[in-house]
């Protein structure tokens, strides 16, 4: 999607983009695959689509296939049993495609870093957009995740996006906040 | 010329019909959603699918035909805005008609079917095949009660020695000087929406597009344009099938603009029953789908020709 330019695009150009990245932002539709994962992020993720927290209001469709598909939801660290598939199943989505890693063990492998069947994270074998924390992860994180993409996508709408966060219960803003006692801890060392 | 023009590209066919069709989607998506007790889409949700498809890359998979695979998600959506030119939209008369349009827009509304069901065969995927099996599988199966149940009106106006005619803007202006057929044929009415909504495969008859059994079915393979122009054919089919039913069965069209409005309510009215039935029913077995169709749909439509023969002859 990037292009290197050395003029500004025409207008009629970035309508159309706008209009793309708005099409996009509203209706991400996902695929979930499980690369070795326990099934406890997959159930967090069976949990965020139930009608308790209703996603289809955003437009997000959990679909079967990958060719349908615009977000490759992943959990798990990648066996090498499963990198191939996982691979393919990238290589199967149509541009644009957005890859989020759902839990720790799909950032880094971990529970299972280091063990002789992991590669590792997901970030191992196609590239990530969004990595959700947590093991596993509650709900309410990887709609967080999901923002944090949408954000991506659409910049100039992302005031507006943290104020439906915060509207829904969300504290936003609050990394700085959560990395200030990490640094004091560490100066304490 | 410009009017014909007007007609055809803006409305009440081409675009401001797939506009159309995109808002009976969302209703559609709106009420199954508030009676699963969910929120639901917001109100633009089918515009941003449908642009966010014609967005995206078209991926073509290797071993089927380039050329089918570009030319049937096209002749798909051709046909089934072909079709809503025979028909009274939104209430208003027929943009086109001939003797015989009837019949002539009951098979372009399988045109679709037809399309999806080749679709999925030529590709060389096995849920697309899957699929293709069953598309085809179920189209046999509820075609002939579904045609022979929006035939049926024409049928008891000839039998009753009243104006008659194939000619689908004829038959809606001597419809609506007659008592609803909803009321004087109830079975063929019931079998003609309920076959729509096999036609549209929507629950109970989604098997061809059974998510946790075959994937997307016919359509697993296709991404992007190709799956755009099918999601638009369907949503113009959803237009054109509520038209028909309601033109037929609840009143034909009337004059003046109350008129239209009137019918376009009706429409509406005949997709909340049709959400309510997709809400309380389950998915039938491929095998399921037939039996019910042979065995309970046709004979119900027979029966009530035979009713209507037993009225003639006692009359």
């Known amino acids: 999607m990037d292009t290197i330019t050395t003029q500004s695009p025409p207008r009629w150009r970035t309508m159309l983009d706008r209009l793309r990245n708005w099409s996009l932002a509203n209706s991400p ?59 393919r199943i990238y ?33 191992e074998v196609i590239p990530v957009d969004v990595y959700v924390p947590g093991c596993a992860p509650r709900p309410e994180a990887i709609i967080h ?7 991506k996508l659409q910049p100039d709408r992302a005031e ?5 966060l915060v509207e ?21 060392r | ?11 009440p066919a081409g675009l401001g019909l797939i506009a159309a069709g995109l808002l009976y989607q969302w209703v559609d998506r709106k009420l199954l959603a508030r009676f699963q007790n ?15 498809l014609l967005g995206k890359e078209e991926i073509h998979p290797a071993g089927s035909s380039a050329f089918l695979f570009a030319a049937l998600p096209v002749l798909a959506l051709a046909g089934a805005l072909t079709a809503a030119l025979y028909v009274p939209l939104f209430g208003l008369a027929p943009v086109f008609s001939f003797p015989g349009d009837l019949i002539v827009t009951l098979y372009l509304m399988s045109l679709l079917t037809l399309c999806i069901g080749l679709a999925g065969a030529q590709t060389r995927d096995r849920f697309s095949l899957a699929g293709a099996l069953r598309v085809f599988t179920q189209m046999f199966a509820y075609e002939a009660p579904f045609i022979l ?24 202006l001597s419809a609506a000087g007659q008592p609803w057929f909803l009321l004087t044929l109830p079975i063929t009415f019931v079998v003609a929406l309920v076959g729509l909504m096999g036609k549209l495969e929507l629950p109970p008859f989604d098997a061809p597009e059974a998510e946790t059994e075959i994937v997307a079915g016919a359509l697993t393979e296709y991404s992007g344009r190709g799956l755009a122009l099918f999601s638009l054919a369907r949503a113009v089919e959803l237009v054109v099938g509520l038209t028909l039913v309601t033109a037929l069965y609840l009143g034909g069209i009337g004059a003046g603009p109350l008129a239209a409005v009137l019918f376009t309510a009706k429409t509406i009215g005949l997709l909340l029953i049709v959400v309510v039935l997709q809400t309380l029913l389950a998915r039938l077995r491929i095998d399921q789908t037939v039996n019910l169709w042979w065995r309970l749909g046709s004979v119900l439509v027979l029966a009530q020709w035979l009713l209507l023969l037993i009225f003639r002859v006692l009359r």
């Open chain 1, 29 to 87: 539709w996902l695929v979930h695959y499980n690369s070795g994962s326990c099934n406890g992020c997959d159930i967090e993720i069976l949990a965020t689509l139930t009608p308790r927290y209703d996603l289809e209001r955003l437009g997000v469709k959990l679909q079967g296939s990958p060719r349908h598909a615009d977000v490759l939801v992943c959990t798990g660290p990648v066996t090498r049993q499963s990198a191939d598939r996982l691979r």
């Open chain 1, 91 to 123: 290589d199967q989505m149509p541009e644009p495609k957005f890859v989020v890693a759902v839990g720790a063990c799909s950032i880094s492998g971990g529970a299972f870093r280091g063990c002789y069947n992991i590669l590792g994270g997901v970030d």
């Open chain 2, 149 to 172: 149940a929006l035939l049926s009106p024409a049928v008891a106006l000839m039998l009753a020695g009243q104006p008659s005619s194939w000619q689908i803007g004829e038959l809606v």
């Open chain 2, 1 to 11: 010329m410009t009017r014909d023009l007007i007609n055809l590209l803006f409305f």
């Open chain 1, 145 to 151: 995740g999901v923002a944090v993409l949408l954000k």
């Open chain 1, 168 to 188: 829904a219960g969300a504290v936003v803003g609050e990394e700085e906040g959560i990395d200030e006692p990490n640094a004091e801890l560490l100066g304490a």
């Open chain 1, 160 to 164: 507006e996006i943290d104020r439906l």
């Open chain 2, 38 to 52: 969910r929120l639901g889409p917001r109100w633009f949700q089918p515009f941003a699918d449908a642009l966010k």
